[in-house]
């Protein structure tokens, strides 16, 4: 936890430091408007929405490996359960067969 926020605490500084630093203003022209931001903004937009877009591209993949390994989870919680019975079959108790047939010598 301690290594996370440390992480986060950097990357923060770093946020802060680039946005004292560029202060400066562009213009954007969007073909019908244009407008005027602080580049520092303007990152922040482009680098936003690149993150978002990715996260949506990414998810009916990782929607689809989920489905997958619950599938196969299930699958191996199955074979689990046929082993154990198979080692182990209920109302089968394989020490005490062989005390009840073997002749009493001892007379």
């Known amino acids: 936890m301690q290594k996370y926020f440390v992480t986060v605490l950097i990357i923060v500084i770093i946020m802060v430091l680039f946005a004292v630093f560029n202060t400066e ?9 244009e407008i005027t931001v602080s ?41 689990k359960k046929e082993l154990e019975n198979k080692k182990n079959p209920i109302g089968k108790n394989h020490s005490n067969e062989n005390e009840h047939s073997s002749p009493n010598i001892n007379h």
């Open 39 to 79: 580049k520092t903004l303007a990152l922040i937009v482009v680098f936003t929405t690149g993150a978002l877009l990715s996260i949506l591209v990414s998810m009916p993949n990782d929607l689809r490996r989920r489905k997958e390994i619950k599938k196969l989870r299930r699958e191996l919680d199955k074979m």
């Open 25 to 33: 203003t562009m213009s954007i022209n969007f073909g019908f408007t």
